[in-house]
């Protein structure tokens, strides 16, 4: 079972991008579904998630009041808008599902762990460059 992310490319700074997160396997409502990356030579960090329970929405401090995480249900996909994209924004971003027994909180507040995750699959990379 994998999660595919899509919507990634080359971008100026200042610009945008929509990544989209889907899969045929399973309802991603379901699960709580995060957003991280991993930059050339770094670790994989946390960057949004969504969560089945209220309040639904996290960021990191880095990418707040420029990504928007959100969920279409009828299209099975979680999307990640990315607005004002910067130099330091280049990485391959995954989506995944996180296991029961972890919430999206720990995605945007701890060290990341892929032991997070039930499922993820490959990536898609943004670069952000003039």
């Known amino acids: 079972v994998q999660l595919q992310a899509s919507g990634g490319g080359l971008v100026q700074p200042g610009g945008s991008l929509r990544l989209s997160c889907a899969t045929s396997?399973?309802?991603?409502?379901?699960?709580?579904i995060a957003w991280f990356r991993q930059a050339p030579g770094k670790e994989r960090t946390g960057v949004s998630c969504?969560?089945?329970?209220?309040?639904?929405?996290y960021y990191v401090d880095s990418v707040k009041g420029r990504f928007t995480i959100s969920g279409d249900n009828a299209k099975n996909t979680v999307y990640l808008q990315m607005n004002s994209l910067k130099p330091e924004d280049t990485a391959v971003y995954y989506c995944a599902a996180l296991a029961p027994q972890f919430h999206c909180t720990v995605v945007v507040a701890t060290t990341h762990s892929d032991s997070w995750y039930d499922y993820w699959g490959q990536g898609t990379q943004v670069t952000v460059s003039s």
């Open positions: 969504i969560s089945r329970s209220v309040p639904r929405t």
């Open positions: 396997q399973f309802t991603l409502d379901s699960y709580d």
